[in-house]
T-cell receptor
Framework: DAKTTQPNSMESNEEEPVHLPCNHSTISGTDYIHWYRQLPSQGPEYVIHGLTSNVNNRMASLAIAEDRKSSTLILHRATLRDAAVYYCILKPYSGAGSYQLTFGKGTKLSVIP | EPEVTQTPSHQVTQMGQEVILRCVPISNHLYFYWYRQILGQKVEFLVSFYNNEISEKSEIFDDQFSVERPDGSNFTLKIRSTKLEDSAMYFC??????????????FGDGTRLSIL
């Protein structure tokens, strides 16, 4: 899988928006951008994914740069429950045949009350 | 919301013993996965399973490991002769057939395996 780069850690105040960046300069045209998070003592949890257009769901928004070399996960209003490690993962179009997720170190988000 | 369940939550085993970790994937999912996470390290892929056979495995998944879907609901990971370095959190995941659109994987909360 193509490599992603994320800051090791970030802090946010509760009820403030959070923008978590991810660089993926070697992304290929058929790679999807996935975000997962892992709360303390839990398994990874799917957050959102996209290909080219910005995406919204009930958990977050995903903003994808026009050249697709970077993306930003947006939590509109951080809560204490959003404190977790956030992983940005590139996944090839399913026809490539590899379905495993390759986790990096992610960004550890701390939310300050 | 349907979820992946794993049992037991914590397993303590003597080195050299066999251990079986159990998972119940989401009922309409067709792909199943095992990952592990050694304390303080990254989540690592072990194996994926589809249509009653392994579709992909990592270098970690050697001859000591095996997976099985013994019935229509359970998915198991067996470690034949455990080593100290097998101590980790083991996560099961499942997904719908990853056709166009890359279906997300849904994870259980893991089994903590401690080898003594």
């Amino acid at each position: 899988d193509a490599k992603t780069t994320q800051p090791n850690s970030m802090e946010s105040n509760e009820e403030e928006p959070v923008h978590l960046p991810c660089n993926h300069s070697t992304i290929s045209g058929t790679d999807y951008i996935h975000w997962y998070r892992q709360l303390p003592s839990q398994g990874p949890e799917y957050v959102i994914h996209g290909l080219t257009s910005n995406v919204n769901n009930r958990m977050a928004s995903l903003a994808i740069a026009e050249d697709r070399k970077s993306s930003t996960l947006i939590l509109h209003r951080a809560t204490l429950r959003d404190a977790a490690v956030y992983y940005c993962i590139l996944k090839p179009y399913s026809g490539a045949g590899s379905y495993q997720l390759t986790f990096g170190k992610g960004t550890k988000l701390s939310v300050i009350p | 919301e349907p979820e992946v369940t794993q049992t037991p939550s914590h397993q303590v085993t003597q080195m050299g013993q066999e251990v079986i970790l159990r998972c119940v994937p989401i009922s309409n999912h067709l792909y199943f996965y095992w990952y592990r996470q050694i304390l303080g390290q990254k989540v690592e892929f072990l194996v994926s399973f589809y249509n009653n056979e392994i579709s992909e495995k990592s270098e970690i998944f050697d001859d000591q490991f095996s997976v099985e879907r013994p019935d229509g609901s359970n998915f198991t990971l067996k470690i034949r002769s455990t080593k100290l370095e097998d101590s980790a959190m083991y996560f099961c995941a499942s997904s719908e057939a990853p056709r166009v659109g890359n279906q997300p994987q849904h994870f259980g909360d893991g089994t903590r395996l401690s080898i003594l």
